[in-house]
């Protein structure tokens, strides 16, 4: 059975840190691209960062390049999100994403909650 599971997020003020971290399990996570998405309230879901299979590729929305990191690591099937100098518009729920058109899987997470207030 296929898992993806977000852990990390909470409450963090304006100019903080956080950092996300999704565990997966029931699939060959290392043949799946990674991508973490958000989605605020009255908003569409965006993608805010992804890494390729091997991870040597990342991409960035505009709006957190520079402050976001995301990164990977196959042996222990984990995939994570730095955030640093937050702001309240990072506020969302955020989820992790697999995907492999050669092991034909398409997977989230159940999203977890990041707050960005003072």
């Known amino acids: 059975q296929v898992h993806l599971v977000e852990s990390g997020g909470g409450l963090v003020q304006p100019g903080g840190s956080l950092r996300l971290s999704c565990s997966a399990s029931?699939?060959?996570?290392?043949?799946?691209?990674l991508g973490w998405e958000r989605q605020a309230p009255g908003k569409e879901r965006e993608l805010v960062a992804g890494i390729t299979v091997t991870g040597d590729s990342t991409s960035y929305a505009p709006s957190v390049k520079g402050r976001f990191t995301i990164s990977r690591d196959n042996a222990k099937k984990t995939m994570s999100l730095q955030m640093n100098s937050m702001k309240p518009e990072d506020a969302a729920v955020y989820y992790c994403?697999?995907?492999?058109?050669?092991?034909?899987?398409?997977?989230w997470g159940q999203g977890i909650q990041v707050t960005v207030s003072s």
């Open positions: 029931g699939f060959n996570f290392s043949r799946y691209a």
């Open positions: 994403h697999a995907i492999s058109f050669y092991e034909d899987g398409n997977y």
